[in-house]
């Protein structure tokens, strides 16, 4: 009995019980889940009170694009499955050239695909630069309706200095330090061979709250081989995050639209925050029952650029053009990472969300992207840390 009573405080205190009367709707349940009884029953993936929390496992140290040993640091991953060539799995990622650290992303950072053959956890190995320096922020995504890979990335070819040092440059309005404003796309039937379409999402020159647009994040859409919806004729969606002329200001997130992937994107109207909470690194996908969510990198007080630990944070909504809710009292995912070792770090700094999602048009998160920076070091690299029991 006193077992039983401890273990069921324990699992009281890990959110593993339900409590009374945790949600009247599914929104409740961060629509991550469905309210039954008063209690959320959450999707696999997802767990907490309010399913507002990321299952996440201890996985190998082994594992994503960790070059740091090497003096390469990387940043920005994500990964996707070989369409031809079985357990064949590809990372698209930033690599900063020349040995520089994470606070020389700009300019050195250039996009590259590595490869897995032991599953989709990695580790990666370079094979091939995608584009080069200055080049960031690669998300990539199967468009069903274009039969064709869509990589949205900032920035535009650059003259590096040899040693690392940051350096005043511009890719187009609204943003003349670091280069970060404006999105491009590419195109690919393969994952090997690239065709740049040009910067379809300029910033602007104004005082707008996003004259600086960057951190490009294409809707992952619900997808099987056999679902038409996501082969319908919806515009393209793009999340990114806005802030005022060289980034003077808050950092804030909304979504644009263009009838195809190539035109020119514009924000959905009204051009406003589509939630007040400041964040950035928006990554946003479709679930199995046609709801949007969000992850992002929270800068509130607790989060930020290693000013606390609960950096991961999720938001959803019933469309994709909102009404958005960030939901402000669970933590999607911390600093914090356990390996299957039993080792744990605190990391310093943990961006960039991505998750690779099962195949079968659940939607299951399966594996969570991330980039680290240590506590102490100049270097980052790429973690990638399992969900549930997806695997
Ligand atoms: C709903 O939950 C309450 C409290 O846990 C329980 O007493 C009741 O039997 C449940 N009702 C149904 C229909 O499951
Ligand atoms: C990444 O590589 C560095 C350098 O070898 C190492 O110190 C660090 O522990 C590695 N990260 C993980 C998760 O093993
Ligand atoms: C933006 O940054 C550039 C380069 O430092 C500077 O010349 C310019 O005055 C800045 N503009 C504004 C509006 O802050
Ligand atoms: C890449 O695509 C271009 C344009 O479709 C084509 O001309 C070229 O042959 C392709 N190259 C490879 C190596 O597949
Ligand atoms: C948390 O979110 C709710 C719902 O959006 C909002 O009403 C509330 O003001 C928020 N609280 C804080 C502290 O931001």
């Given at each position: 009995?006193?077992?039983?009573?401890?273990?069921?405080?324990?699992?009281?205190?890990?959110?593993?019980?339900?409590?009374?009367?945790?949600?009247?709707?599914?929104?409740?349940?961060?629509?991550?889940?469905?309210?039954?009884?008063?209690?959320?029953?959450?999707?696999?993936?997802?767990?907490?009170?309010?399913?507002?929390?990321?299952?996440?496992?201890?996985?190998?140290?082994?594992?994503?694009?960790?070059?740091?040993?090497?003096?390469?640091?990387?940043?920005?991953?994500?990964?996707?499955?070989?369409?031809?060539?079985?357990?064949?799995?590809?990372?698209?990622?930033?690599?900063?050239?020349?040995?520089?650290?994470?606070?020389?992303?700009?300019?050195?950072?250039?996009?590259?695909?590595?490869?897995?053959?032991?599953?989709?956890?990695?580790?990666?190995?370079?094979?091939?630069?995608?584009?080069?320096?200055?080049?960031?922020?690669?998300?990539?995504?199967?468009?069903?309706?274009?039969?064709?890979?869509?990589?949205?990335?900032?920035?535009?070819?650059?003259?590096?200095?040899?040693?690392?040092?940051?350096?005043?440059?511009?890719?187009?309005?609204?943003?003349?330090?670091?280069?970060?404003?404006?999105?491009?796309?590419?195109?690919s039937?393969?994952?090997?061979n690239?065709?740049?379409?040009?910067?379809?999402?300029?910033?602007?020159?104004?005082?707008?709250?996003?004259?600086?647009?960057?951190?490009?994040?294409?809707l992952?859409?619900?997808?099987?081989?056999?679902?038409?919806?996501?082969?319908?004729?919806?515009?393209?969606i793009?999340?990114?995050?806005?802030?005022?002329?060289n980034?003077?200001?808050?950092?804030?997130?909304?979504?644009?639209?263009?009838?195809?992937?190539?035109?020119?994107?514009?924000?959905?109207?009204?051009?406003?925050?589509?939630?007040?909470?400041?964040?950035?690194?928006?990554?946003?996908?479709?679930?199995?029952?046609?709801?949007?969510?969000?992850?992002?990198?929270?800068?509130l007080?607790?989060?930020?650029?290693?000013?606390?630990?609960?950096?991961?944070?999720?938001?959803?909504?019933?469309?994709?053009?909102?009404?958005?809710?960030?939901?402000?009292?669970?933590?999607?995912?911390?600093?914090?990472?356990?390996?299957?070792?039993?080792?744990?770090?605190?990391?310093?700094?943990?961006?960039r969300?991505?998750?690779?999602?099962?195949?079968?048009?659940?939607?299951?998160?399966?594996?969570?992207?991330?980039?680290?920076?240590?506590?102490?070091?100049?270097a980052?690299?790429?973690?990638?840390q399992?969900?549930?029991?997806?695997?």
């Amino acid at each position: 009995m006193k077992h039983f009573v401890q273990l069921t405080l324990l699992a009281s205190a890990l959110g593993l019980l339900p409590q009374a009367l945790a949600c009247t709707n599914d929104e409740d349940c961060g629509l991550n889940g469905v309210c039954n009884n008063n209690t959320c029953i959450c999707d696999p993936g997802w767990t907490g009170n309010d399913c507002g929390r990321l299952d996440l496992r201890p996985g190998p140290r082994a594992n994503g694009y960790n070059l740091t040993g090497q003096g390469t640091s990387s940043w920005c991953n994500g990964i996707l499955r070989d369409p031809q060539i079985k357990d064949l799995y590809h990372l698209i990622v930033s690599e900063f050239t020349h040995g520089c650290g994470l606070d020389y992303w700009s300019p050195y950072s250039r996009i590259i695909r590595a490869e897995s053959t032991t599953g989709p956890l990695g580790p990666y190995t370079f094979k091939q630069e995608i584009a080069p320096s200055f080049a960031h922020n690669p998300s990539v995504i199967w468009s069903e309706k274009d039969q064709r890979y869509l990589m949205y990335n900032i920035g535009c070819p650059q003259q590096v200095p040899s040693t690392c040092q940051n350096v005043d440059f511009t890719c187009g309005p609204g943003n003349a330090i670091n280069g970060e404003s404006g999105i491009s796309v590419w195109s690919s039937p393969d994952l090997y061979n690239w065709t740049y379409h040009g910067q379809v999402f300029p910033g602007t020159d104004n005082n707008a709250w996003d004259a600086d647009i960057t951190n490009p994040a294409p809707l992952h859409l619900r997808y099987t081989p056999r679902n038409p919806a996501s082969a319908r004729g919806a515009p393209t969606i793009l999340a990114y995050r806005g802030c005022p002329y060289n980034c003077s200001g808050a950092e804030l997130i909304t979504i644009a639209t263009a009838p195809d992937y190539t035109s020119p994107y514009t924000p959905i109207h009204p051009s406003a925050p589509i939630f007040p909470e400041p964040s950035e690194d928006p990554f946003i996908w479709e679930d199995r029952r046609g709801n949007f969510h969000m992850l992002v990198h929270s800068l509130l007080p607790d989060a930020g650029f290693g000013d606390g630990p609960n950096v991961g944070r999720h938001a959803y909504a019933r469309s994709w053009a909102g009404p958005w809710t960030f939901n402000n009292n669970s933590v999607a995912f911390t600093t914090s990472v356990e390996f299957e070792d039993g080792s744990i770090v605190e990391y310093f700094r943990r961006e960039r969300p991505s998750l690779f999602f099962s195949e079968d048009g659940e939607m299951r998160p399966l594996l969570l992207s991330t980039g680290v920076q240590e506590v102490g070091e100049g270097a980052s690299y790429s973690l990638i840390q399992p969900i549930g029991d997806g695997l």
